[in-house]
Each structure stands twice: as structure tokens, then as C-alpha cells.
């Protein structure tokens, strides 16, 4: 059994009923004056005959949605924007890295006898390729070399599904592609992924350790680690076969009356769910003008839920940074954060421990997030990992595979995109011809395009493409109807995606108007979807090509799970690829596919 963070001897098993030791964020607190009488005590020097005060700040350093970014991520992504003093905004850019990251939490726990470093999930998934090459091994190095001792799954440590997820965390060489350095076999993870909510159908056990204990000098801290309940509806159903995604405020309130039956009463809660901050300025107060106001999304109604026995909430998936304090369910104000995303900030929150009550004083809570700049001397360890893998990645990554005229971009602010107007044209030439599934129209979910392709020199390499196509889906060709293909229209703006759309990309040749005056399915304009410029006919069969992700029903789109007839093809990355060869040659580069097949009406 793990014991602050540090693996013993006998691995973690998938599907351990039992629990590890409490997963341990950041959260570390500052003692207001006067905050009582026990804080008193401890200025005065009060102890318990050990030499140690009877209230203690514990630091807690955190982070989360990592996503396997190793070197300093570049463009958007390598940048944050800041609130000055006078109110204005400035955008700070050239932050991040995994080397930087390490460095920056070694530097912040310099000085803290009791530290604890945590993380809310998706450290690997969606991860560029000197990590997501080698099935993101990499990353589990790099985190162990940060000394990690804890984190809640994500809904990306899913994506190649439970068994994979089980040899992270446990160690051995790929099933398939076998040791990818010679005499060395992975390790897997020294820290403990939580699945508290991840259950076997069957048995109702988790799928690996629901909650962590660490404990340092008669401190000690639980943690409960979750993800979104809705993970099954965002990876693919193969890969998840037989397990249950369960709520997440059931699931933390239920395991925290276990941890306080064994006698732990201070509680962290790691979520992999997240909000929303009206500002997108890291260190915007979410607090203006009253506790928490400065908040939306699905977190909010989660820590209004969450028993006021878990004592701080630290949160990712939402890729947002925020430090806020959202009442919990006696009103009394609660800790909730998130750093962003790609390493490009941490979290320091002070947690003041009291020995006698082996509670957290709540009131004392402080917490903020913290750039990950790169003006500090790199992690020695973390840069010679990085450097090992790049080295055997280089002659794959290198390799041209075509050549672009313009950057082709993937705009998060707009529902159509270049970038995803090209990859379901790819997909539709991948997969018309009659012997690879004779499609005739392609979908590609907005999610699955991770990275817009940038001109640079021109050329674009496997390794651009693959960070732009990160997944390697199995691409799929299924049979829909024209009415089962309005459904899924509608079921962008619909059921799971009313609140948030999730529009589809579309291949070229299909249309069709999307009206933002009205609502739910109502938005799609029934009698302007065409394909070819013929009206789509509902009883009419139509062979589609979409990944295996989406053939499963995945981000809310139950309908394309209907489809009959289907037909496995090369995968996603593969098709994309392809086309990007056949189609673009140094004298004649590829440019951004024309707009406009979906007409919006705002």
C-alpha cells in the first residue's frame, strides 16, 4: 500500500476494494489574527510536548489537465492572461513546461516541514507526441521525478481504456509494442490514481484506490479523488466496457464518512470537474462581489453539495484557473481551485491543520495560483527525461507528410472551423471509396482537433500532425438514415450538449443552417439539411464515416451509436495523414478549406 505518495513493493491492483492513502492537494492556509483561540496558542508557542504547535500550516500544491505536455507548450498555449492593478488586462506569454513546472514546486516548498503535492486529473490523454508516442510513459516519469503523491483520474487517463489505465499506474511494458528502451521496463506510477466513482458493473468495487491518506508527524490528510460522472459519454465505450461512472457528490460524501471513521477529519477533494470564471485572467477574483459569484458550470452545484466534512475542493477539466470560496452546504465558505491547464500555472493553498480537533481551521484557508514562468533554472532530471524521449522520437516526428500555404486554424470561439472542415475532408476521402466503406459524408467531433496546424517553414511533419490528431482512433463507416442524421444535428444543441454545443464538423457537401435565436433542437433548421445540395431524405439510408469515439455515442450523440452496417477502417490520424500527402506538394501547398457549410443565424 502507497504511503505519501511513494509506492511500497506490492503494486495497487485494478479493482482494489480497498483504499490507499488520502490523495493530498495544495491547499495551504493563512491564520487570520484572532481567527481563535486555538490560533492563539499556537503564535504562542503552545505544543504537544513533542515540540510541534498545535496548529500546523500544511501546504498544498496543485495542478491539473497536464495533458502529457513535457516541452514548453507554444502559441495559445503557452500563454496566460493577468488582471494589473488598474483593472486592465496584459497577456503574459512563454509559460509552461514540465522542467520549469518541477522547478517552480520545488522552489515553493522550500521551507514547509509539510508539503503536499496533488493534481485533478488529466495528466496524460490528448498528449503531444514525445509523450502520447510512447503511450504517455514519459509523463508518468516526469511526474514521479516532481514527486507527485497524488491524483484523481481524468477522463483522458481513460482513452486507451481500463487495462492501460491499470499498467500506468502499475508499470510493465506496452502489451503490444512491447519495452520502448532497451533493458529498461516501465515502472508505471510511484503516486496513486483515485476512481472512487469508477466502479466494476458487476462487483460495484473501484476500479483503483477511491481515497489516499498521507500523514506526516500525526498530520493527517484524506483525499478523494473523482471524475466527471459523464466520462463515458467523452472517451470511447470500448475501451470502458463494464464500468460505472458514478455522481460525483455520492461519491465523495460517502467516502468521506469512511475516512471519518478511521479517525481522518481533514478532507481534500480532487474532481476532475470544473467551472467557469467570468474572467479568463488567472488571478481574477471569483469572489466579486460575494463569495463564489464570480463562478459558473458544474462545480458550483457540486461544492454546494459536497459534505462540509471535505474541507477544500481541487478541480481541472474545464482547462480555467480560478481560487475561489463557494459556500458548502451549512454556508460556510469552502476553498475551490484550478490551474489551468499545460503546466502553465500551480496552485499554492495553506491548510492549517489543528492537532487537536485533526481538523482543518476552515476560516484560515488562503489560496492562489502562481505562473509557471521560465526565468528559473530548468529541472536538471525532468530536461535529460525529455531530452532521452525526444531522441527516440525524432525520426518519427521529423518525417514530412505534406506542406501547407497558410496556417489552418482551429478557433475555439466559433462553431465552424478551417482546421476541422479539412480533417472531415480528409476523412470523407479516406473512406468514399467503395472498398474502405463507400462513404458519403463525414463528422468529426469538435474535441478530437487538439492543436491548429501553423505555417512555420511550410512543411508539416508527422509530428505536427500528430498533435493535432492525438487520439488514433479507428475510423468507422456506419449505415444512418436522413432522419437519424437530423437527430444527430439536433443532439448537438439538445439533451447533454443544451447547455454547452457540441457542433460537429462537417465534410464538404453537407449543409445545413443553425438558428442561435431559438433553442434545443429547434436550432437546426430541419428543412435546410442537404447533402450535395439535395434535401436530405429521412427514410433514405446514408453511409457515414465518423471515428470509433463517435460511433460509440460519445460527447452526447446517443443516435450515431444506432448506426448499422459498420465498417472499421485505418485510423483517424492514418486517414488525416494521407490526405495531407496526396493532396499538398511543396509547389502546390495545402490552404484552409472554405467556411460556410453550417450558415449560423444569431
Known sequence: ???????????????????????????????????????????????????????????????????????????????????KEDGSTETINGVGGAEYLATHLEQARAGHRYSITAA???????????????????????LNEMKLDVSSVGNHEFDEGARELSRIQNGGCHPTEGCF???????????????????????????????????????????IGVTLEGTANIVSAEGIKGLKFGDEVETINKY????????????????????MPASGAYNYDCDTPGAGAGISGPIVDIAKNVTPQVDALVTGHTHQAYACTIPDPAGKPR???????????????????????????RTAVASANHVVTRDVEPHGAIGDLIKRWKAL?????????????????????VYEKPLGNLIADAQLAGLSPADKGGAQLALMNPGGVRAPLTLGDGVVTYGEAYTVQPFTNMMTVVD???????????????????????????????????????????????????????????????RVAMNEFLTGGGDGF???????????????????????????????????PATGRITIVK
Open 1 to 83: 500500500m502507497a504511503v505519501n505518495g511513494r509506492k511500497s513493493k506490492t503494486k495497487r491492483r485494478i479493482l482494489a476494494a480497498g483504499a490507499g492513502l488520502a490523495t493530498v492537494g495544495a491547499l495551504v492556509a493563512a491564520m487570520p489574527a484572532g481567527a481563535s483561540e486555538d490560533a492563539a496558542e499556537a503564535a504562542a508557542g503552545g505544543t504537544n510536548g513533542k515540540g510541534w504547535g498545535r496548529m500546523v500550516d500544511v501546504q498544498l500544491l496543485s495542478f491539473n489537465d497536464l495533458h502529457g505536455n513535457l516541452e514548453p507548450p507554444t502559441g495559445s498555449s503557452g500563454r496566460l492572461t493577468r488582471v
Open 120 to 142: 485533478a486529473g488529466d495528466m496524460i490523454g490528448a498528449s503531444p507526441l514525445v509523450s502520447g508516442l510512447f503511450h504517455d510513459e514519459p509523463t508518468i516519469e516526469a
Open 181 to 223: 528502451e532497451e533493458g529498461k521496463t516501465f515502472e508505471g506510477a510511484n503516486f496513486p490514481y483515485l476512481a472512487a466513482n469508477v466502479t466494476d458493473e458487476k462487483s460495484g468495487k473501484p476500479l483503483l484506490d477511491p481515497y489516499f491518506i498521507w500523514e506526516k508527524d500525526g498530520v493527517r490528510i484524506g483525499f
Open 256 to 275: 468521506a464518512k469512511v475516512l471519518e471513521r478511521k479517525g481522518v477529519k481533514s478532507i481534500v477533494a480532487l474532481l476532475h470537474e470544473g467551472g
Open 335 to 361: 476553498t475551490v481551485t484550478s490551474a489551468a491547464s499545460f503546466g502553465r500555472l500551480y496552485t499554492d493553498t495553506t491548510l492549517t491543520y489543528d492537532r487537536r480537533s485533526k481538523d482543518i481551521v
Open 393 to 413: 522520437a525524432e525520426p518519427i516526428a521529423n518525417r514530412p507528410v505534406g506542406h501547407i500555404g497558410e496556417s489552418i486554424e482551429n478557433p475555439t470561439d
Open 480 to 542: 444512418l438514415t436522413g432522419a437519424q442524421l437530423v437527430t444527430a444535428l439536433q443532439q448537438q444543441v439538445s439533451g447533454a450538449n443544451l447547455a454547452s454545443p457540441k457542433i460537429l464538423q462537417v465534410s464538404k457537401g453537407f449543409t445545413y443552417t443553425l438558428d442561435m435565436t431559438k433553442t434545443g433542437a429547434d436550432r437546426i433548421v430541419v428543412d435546410s439539411v442537404r447533402l450535395n445540395g439535395e434535401p436530405i431524405d429521412p427514410a433514405k439510408s446514408y
Open 558 to 592: 446517443p443516435v450515431l451509436a444506432t448506426g448499422t452496417n459498420k465498417l472499421v477502417g485505418a485510423s483517424d490520424l492514418d486517414v488525416f495523414i494521407a490526405y495531407l500527402t496526396a493532396n499538398s506538394s511543396a509547389a502546390e501547398p495545402l490552404r484552409a
